[in-house]
């Protein structure tokens, strides 16, 4: 190595060490201050993938002021601390709140850790051998790329579900091209392409450091934000349309919801009639209670007001798809403050239930 190199290399060793090492210790306040609080741990893991990058640069710095400085050594190190990059993301993947439902079930699962430590072991094998045997590292059988080729994969569709669930469609494409610039950067690998790698290292990791901020900026933002507001803040309308004598359309609109435009929300004949038993009751009789059927109940002939709880369900959750979209919103942020906002649940009479809302804030027109 000249001297030329030799000074790249030590300049973009401080600069990946600083850089990172200050990522890292942001990444871990924004968990000790948030995630801590609610036991989530993807931010941790995130953390320690970007300290990775920080002590290659350690190593680096290490080698370029190394009088028995060789290039295949370094890319062994640097091809062990990727892939330990690439296992804490994979890591960090179950803990977030929105993931693509065709590999939800997949990432949930318990064999999550068997699908990404077996590859990582294949994968660190061959390169703590080179270590071990002080082998010449080859560059065109890197194990590190291809345990980043599957990282990537799954990473990519996690941020782009994550934003787009959270209405930030412009970081959701932001995040797809720092995806791109990675995965370009990993092809090189594989190839004997004369390109200075280390500038495109740089270029992707700056990205994707910006991008994992913005996730957890996102997250905060997510989490300071009151979606459904206060029962005494909402109203709510219902009405129909008679198309023919044999068709009719049934609406609801639901005001007071901040960032959601009141508009009608077309609802099933069912799921009309119920909310309007709900806001009728309330409106007419005092308490305004409504009776859900025992469970175990089957052989009384008494008239129910509610058949089950499912019914309720179904109802929110149309409500839901007309407010937000049907892949917009989540149990945790939308569901149950719905549910909290909307119904109460009787405190000493048993199957008891009725609509939270002020009498004043409800309009009816019923067929």
Not at 206 to 222: G, H, N, Q, R
Not at 293 to 322: A, F, M
Request: contains cysteine; positive net charge.
């Amino acid at each position: 190595m000249n001297q030329f190199e030799a000074e790249i290399l030590y300049f973009f060793g401080w600069w990946q060490l600083s850089v990172c090492s200050f990522a890292f210790l942001s990444l871990l306040a924004i968990w000790w201050h948030i995630g801590k609080k609610k036991g989530d741990f993807g931010q941790v893991w995130l953390a320690l993938s970007v300290l990775c990058w920080s002590l290659s640069g350690l190593t680096e710095i290490i080698f370029a002021t190394s009088v028995h400085y060789k290039q295949g050594h370094l890319e062994v190190f640097r091809s062990l601390f990727s892939l330990f990059n690439s296992l804490f993301i994979l890591l960090a993947l179950p803990w977030f709140k929105y993931l693509p439902s065709r590999i939800e079930s997949v990432i949930k699962s318990k064999y999550w850790y068997a699908i990404i430590g077996l590859p990582f072991i294949f994968s660190i094998l061959p390169t703590l051998s080179k270590i071990w045997l002080f082998r010449t590292y080859n560059m065109v059988s890197e194990p590190d790329v291809y345990f980043a080729f599957l990282t990537l994969l799954f990473l990519g569709s996690v941020l782009w579900t994550s934003f787009k669930k959270r209405q930030l469609v412009l970081l959701a494409y932001l995040s797809l091209v720092s995806i791109g610039i990675t995965f370009i950067a990993q092809l090189y690998k594989l190839t004997d392409a004369d390109i200075n790698l280390t500038l495109f290292s740089a270029i992707f990791k700056t990205s994707l450091i910006m991008i994992f901020f913005a996730l957890a900026l996102s997250w905060v933002k997510e989490l300071s934000e009151n979606v459904i507001p206060h029962p005494s803040l909402m109203g709510l309308r219902l009405f129909y349309e008679r198309k023919n004598p044999d068709k009719v359309i049934y609406y609801a609109v639901i005001t007071g919801i901040p960032g959601i435009k009141p508009r009608p929300i077309t609802l099933t004949n069912s799921n009309y009639n119920l909310l309007n038993k709900f806001a009728h009751r309330r409106k007419m009789v005092r308490d305004g209670w409504l009776e859900i059927k025992p469970k175990e109940n089957t052989r009384d002939k008494k008239l129910y007001d509610i058949h089950d709880h499912n019914q309720i369900k179904r109802l929110i959750v149309s409500l839901l798809n007309g407010l937000f979209g049907p892949e917009s919103w989540t149990k945790e942020q939308h569901y149950f403050p719905l549910k909290e906002s909307l119904f109460e649940s009787s405190d000493n009479r048993e199957r008891k239930i009725r609509i939270r809302l002020a009498k004043e804030n409800i309009s009816l027109e019923s067929p």
